[in-house]
């Protein structure tokens, strides 16, 4: 069984920042892409950003330039450093893990953490 624990979310005033993490543990065999979606109020999830295992990185044109994903293979985690936070990047904050599990690729997704922004 695999287990996404997320961390980091909160209220923030606008232009402030704040730092999601996320922790893969449980039984695979690799982790391949990582990446953070969110879905805010009445609206369907959406891309954020995502980290092959390599490193290539995607972003939503929503926010490059404010956020910045990471990933720390050793640990099995993936970071966003949320920075200029404007009140439209309010919503419910999910990690997702693609990986390698008993020769099947299967997707994972964390429970979600809170951003709220204020003007």
């Known amino acids: 069984q695999v287990q996404l624990v997320e961390s980091g979310g909160g209220l923030v005033q606008a232009g402030g920042s704040l730092r999601l993490s996320c922790a893969a543990s449980?039984?695979?065999?690799?982790?391949?892409?990582m990446g953070w979606y969110r879905q805010a109020l009445g609206k369907q999830r959406e891309l954020v950003a995502s980290?092959?295992?390599?490193?290539?990185?995607n972003y939503a044109d929503s926010v490059k330039g404010r956020f910045a994903i990471s990933r720390d293979n050793a640990k099995n985690t993936v970071s966003l450093q949320m920075n200029s936070l404007k009140p439209e990047d309010t919503a419910v904050y999910y990690c997702?893990?693609?990986?390698?599990?008993?020769?099947?690729?299967?997707?994972?997704w964390g429970q979600g953490t809170q951003v709220t922004v204020s003007s």
């Open positions: 997702n893990v693609n990986m390698e599990q008993y020769r099947l690729v299967r997707n994972y």
């Open positions: 449980g039984s695979f065999f690799r982790i391949n892409a």
């Open positions: 980290i092959t295992s390599g490193g290539s990185k």
